[in-house]
């Protein structure tokens, strides 16, 4: 019997597998409860479900399917773990933590095939989906790593950014969504959770049709099709065009703003000819958006691209600002460990290969 993660299911989804296998209703809101207010880590814990739902549910499932591999902790309180799950694969996850409060950033695929020419996430091709249970299970983790500090802190906020597609993995993505939103568990509200995608537009409008609520963050880092696709291949099948007509679908439809991420490349894209270029693109919805700007991260494997001068960051901003778009320049964290995304897991990946 292959046995999978209990936190893969939503609550309708563990209520039916209940009701099927002979058991009350009620067994559904004990065994929640237990899971993501109590946060056992063995069914045994569970002590009003009589021994036949426990012995049932240690047949067909695991709590835990992730061990911690590293852990890297930043001055500023942001630590990424590497996680390795069942079959060996190891994942990116990491909490940072703001004024606001603790959000946690997911990773969604193990590697990543979208192919962004400045991306440490996409060194390595991806070999497969993450369940939806695997990703529940990286808040899970954090979430018990904090409790273990013992100072009630909780994961309040989520970003899917980490390693992989989200949308490319569109289904286990959005059952995970239903898990930590559900008001009886983790009761993480819609409005503190962003999806960030580099642009599936046809994905685009399936999110929009969930009605959800969940924020929507869209990785564009050029304003023009020759541009983009010259360090995103994902535009050559998606052009700039097709993925603003997805986005118009979705503010007309949720009436939500967008987060537009935009990672300054020293020489390639930060110039004010590029920012003059993106107020353009976005001045018939420049008032239901907001440009994040973010400094790149260097990657050893990627040493064509560079960090932005400051001045030309200020400059790029100014523009946008001049020109009534509304935008911010990303406050970092982690960046005394292995900041960008996906790097981490690659370094640790080498490692092995050369012992």
Sequence with gaps: MNKESIYGLTFDQLTAWLLEHGHKKFR???????????????????????KEC????????????????????????????????????????????????????VTTQVGCNIG???????????SRDLSSGEIVEQIMNVQLHLDKLEQEDIVSHVVVMGIGEPFDNFENMIDFLKVIMDHKGLAIAARRITVSTSGLANKIYEFTDTQLQVNLAISL??????????????NRGIPIEKLMKSLDYYLEKTNRRITIEYILLKDVNDHKEEAEQLANLLDDKKHRLYVNLIP???????????RSEKESVLSFYDTLKKRGVNCKIRQEHGTDIDAACGQLRSKQIKKAEVQ
């Design 28 to 50: 559904a809101s004990q065994v929640w409860e237990w899971l993501y207010r109590k946060r056992v880590t063995d069914f045994s814990e569970m002590t009003d479900v009589n």
């Design 54 to 105: 426990i012995q049932l549910l240690k047949d067909n499932f695991f709590i835990q399917t992730l061990t911690e591999h590293v852990k890297q902790e930043s001055a500023d309180g942001t630590i990424k773990f590497l996680f390795k799950l069942q079959d060996g694969n190891l994942i990116e996850t990491v909490m940072m933590r703001h004024k606001y409060g603790i959000s946690v950033c």
């Design 116 to 126: 962004c020419s400045f991306c440490a996430s996409g060194l390595l091709a991806k």
């Design 221 to 234: 880092h050029a304003p023009n099709n020759e541009l983009r696709t010259r360090i995103m291949k994902i």
């Design 296 to 306: 790149y991260n260097p990657v050893d494997e990627h040493s064509q691209y560079q």
